[in-house]
Structure formats: structure tokens, C-alpha cells
């Protein structure tokens, strides 16, 4: 991973993301954790390792108060704690080829389902810090799981919104096998929201990998991600179709082919909804035709605390 980067995230919009900071992100499930309220815990107490500090807010624990750093700054702060969090969660963001769907050209993204989970899973590790809670990410690439573990640092937020903001979708990605490594690196139960077109082969061991977490405790969500031209193929007389996975160029007119493909797209996102649906995930799909605020409040408002 990359250095901290203390600037803003350009996918980060502060002041149209002002309405959905009072929505905080709930759970379920019972999860682990060390506070009662918002959060379900099974388990309480502990005093965890300190990590890092912020200032002071209106209802914070005077006994946390960081004396040498407002002896530094005369600004009051509190001390943040590794296990002082209601809620653990792992963001798994599938960077394989065909997330770059839509994009306007080989060198820019704008447009593609790519672009659109920078935005979304930027605001969605905004919101969860603002909850005091942990935020991590892996992200299935190409060459190997990248992993961030989580944390509730303000320098981790930082960290984890520059890494998404530099991803690149390109060639296949086992998300099964990237599941999978999630799962042996962590120890803690929380949430895992799995951010995926789901154009994956085979399906099975993507389900087998959120079985895993949900067996251990975990509580699951599947963000499954479309492009609207995935959904109805564009007008034309002739186009051609480039495999963004290694496979072959397929030239066709869509005129021939519409009825079958949609017919067959409408199987395959049905068969990974009953799949997801099957393996316990909470399941949410969205277009990129959605603006991502939009996504982000239908996501939060049947689950807000």
C-alpha cells in the first residue's frame, strides 16, 4: 500500500454528504464490540491499545481527555482506543476487468462501475468513521489481495479513501480465493460488504467464501453493481465487443442478439440474487445510472440505528 496522503479524496463531496451524517450505520446482527447502544455486542469491557487522538465533541468521555495534547495544542482532545468501537467492517471491492465497464476510454474511468464504487465506498468509509467505528478494506485485484485491516483512526480514513481513490480495474479476479485470504487475516467478527459486478466464474466459491464469515458470525452484504448498458444493450447497427477479462473480441449487430442477451443477463443477475440471497448476505443492487447518494441513503435508511 501506498503512503499516507493527508489531502481531501476527490471522490469525497463533504457538502452533499451533509444530510447523511446524521444516518449512522447500524447492524443486524450482534457483532463484537465494546460499548452497549447503536451497536449489538457480544461482548463487553476491555481496555484496548491506544491508536491515535481527535478533538474533542460534545458528549466525549472527559476521562479520555488527551492532557499532553491540549497541553501542545490548547485545543481539547480525547484518546482513541483500537477495541473502543461498536463495529468492525471490511469493505471488499472487486477490481477485476469488468468493473471498468462504462469507462470513457482506456485511460479514464468516468463512467464506469469502477468510478461510481470510488464514490460509494469513499462516502461509506466517511459515514462509518463519523460512527466511531472501524473501517477497513481489501480489494480484489489482479495480482493478489490488497488488504488495509480494519481501524478507527483518522489517518486510517485518510489511508483507505487515497488507496480507493487510486484503484485500477484490470484482468480476472478470483473474489473466492480473495475471500477467502480476508478470512484467515481476521480474527475479529464485525460486517463484510462485498462491493462486485459478481461477473465471476465460478459463482460457487464466492458464496462458499461469505458462508465462511457468516458461519464465524459475520454479518454480510453484497453491493451488486450494473451498468446500465449491461442491462439493455446499446442502440446500433454494428459494434464490436472487447472481453475485458483476456476474452476474445466478438463482432455482432445487437439487433440479432437483444432478446437472447437480455433474457440471459436477467438469469445470471437472478441466479447471483438467490445465491447471495441463499449464503445469508444482505443483498442491495444497484445501476450506476443511481447517483451514488442515492444508493448510499437506500442503503443506510432500512438499517440506520
Known sequence: MSSQKSETSHYLDT?????????????????????SGRHVARR????????????????????RLDWPAMGRTGRAYV????????????????ASGSMYFGARSKFDDRGSKLEWTKYFATAMTHLIALGRDQV?????????????APAAAPRQIRILQHEIAGLVASGRTQLGESLDDSFL?????????????????P???????????????????????????????????????????????????????????????????????????????????????????DAVRQFLVPRRG
Not at 449512522?24 to 460499548?35: Q, V
Not at 484518546?79 to 472487486?94: A, H, V
Not at 459463482?203 to 439493455?232: Q, S
Not at 442477451?261 to 445465491?275: E, K, N, T, W
Open 136 to 148: 477497513g478494506m481489501s480489494v480484489a485485484a489482479e495480482h493478489g489481495l490488497q488488504f488495509i
Open 203 to 293: 459463482l460457487d466459491d464466492v458464496l462458499r467464501g461469505m458462508r465462511k464469515f457468516r458461519a464465524r458470525g459475520w454479518e454480510t452484504i453484497a453491493v451488486h453493481l450494473v451498468h446500465p448498458d449491461e442491462e439493455v444493450l446499446p442502440k446500433g447497427v454494428a459494434f464490436r465487443f472487447s472481453g475485458m477479462e483476456g476474452e476474445p473480441n466478438v463482432d455482432c449487430r445487437p439487433g440479432d442478439i437483444r432478446n437472447v442477451y437480455q433474457q440471459r443477463f436477467s438469469q445470471h443477475c437472478a441466479h447471483v440474487r438467490d445465491g447471495l440471497l441463499g449464503a445469508g448476505c444482505d443483498y442491495r443492487r444497484f445501476s450506476t445510472a443511481t447517483p451514488y447518494l
Open 79 to 94: 484518546r482513541l482506543y483500537q477495541d473502543e468501537t461498536n463495529l468492525s467492517c471490511l469493505l471488499t471491492i472487486d
Open 185 to 201: 487475516r481476521m480474527r475479529r467478527r464485525g460486517v463484510m460488504m462485498v462491493i462486485s459486478d459478481f461477473l465471476v466464474q
Open 44 to 63: 463487553q469491557g476491555g481496555a484496548g491499545q491506544y491508536i491515535d487522538s481527535r478533538e474533542y465533541s460534545p458528549g466525549d468521555d472527559l476521562r
Open 15 to 35: 457538502a452533499s454528504m451533509l444530510g447523511l451524517e446524521t444516518m449512522r450505520f447500524s447492524t443486524k446482527r450482534r457483532i463484537e464490540g465494546t460499548f
